[in-house]
């Protein structure tokens, strides 16, 4: 009985997972590594350990890029750190607009962001656009490994 309950956990884990990929508030991937952890010791032998350390070397490197990403391509569009603060702020803000606040937040706090600090509107705009590729890309990414391990969850339970 013990095993269906810590399955089931996994399984909710997972879902969790993937919608933290997408709220920054939660941290999606290493919910659904949790999740396959679960689903290693608990699971019929599904998932090997080699796919065990594969998903966790993928959990950290994402992890970290999704930190790093978003400051990186900022600058490399020339952005300040008032752009970098101006997207997270949007970011957040954007969450009580979803969909499309999560989409356009970044985008325009950023834009927001560099704005104030630089007053010029197509340098503004330039930052505002790497600010929000980075966005997608981390996200994109942080979605692709969550599902995947959302999958492997469910291999192993069912």
């Given at each position: 009985m013990l095993i269906y309950i810590l399955l089931f956990v996994a399984f909710l884990l997972a879902l969790i997972g993937i919608v933290g990929a997408i709220v920054p508030a939660l941290p999606g991937p290493p919910l659904s590594f949790v999740a396959l952890l679960i689903a290693y010791f608990c699971g019929d032998?599904?998932?090997?350990?080699t796919t065990l350390l594969?998903?966790?070397?993928?959990?950290?490197?994402?992890?970290?890029?999704?930190?790093?990403?978003?400051?990186?391509?900022?600058?490399?569009?020339?952005?300040?750190?008032?752009?970098?603060?101006g997207s997270t702020v949007g970011l957040l803000v954007g969450l009580f607009f979803m969909p499309l606040g999560l989409l356009l937040g970044p985008l325009v706090g950023a834009f927001?962001?560099?704005?104030?600090?630089?007053?010029?509107?197509?340098?503004?705009?330039?930052v505002a656009m790497m600010s929000f590729i980075a966005f997608l890309l981390t996200t994109g990414l942080?979605?692709?490994?969550?599902?995947?391990?959302?999958?492997?969850v469910i291999f192993a339970t069912f």
């Open positions: 032998g599904e998932i090997t350990s594969v998903m966790f070397a993928l959990t950290v490197v994402v992890s970290v890029f999704d930190y790093v990403a978003p400051v990186w391509l900022t600058r490399l569009g020339g952005g300040s750190k008032y752009a970098v603060w927001v962001g560099e704005l104030w600090h630089n007053q010029q509107a197509g340098k503004a705009v330039c942080k979605l692709i490994l969550s599902v995947v391990m959302m999958a492997q």
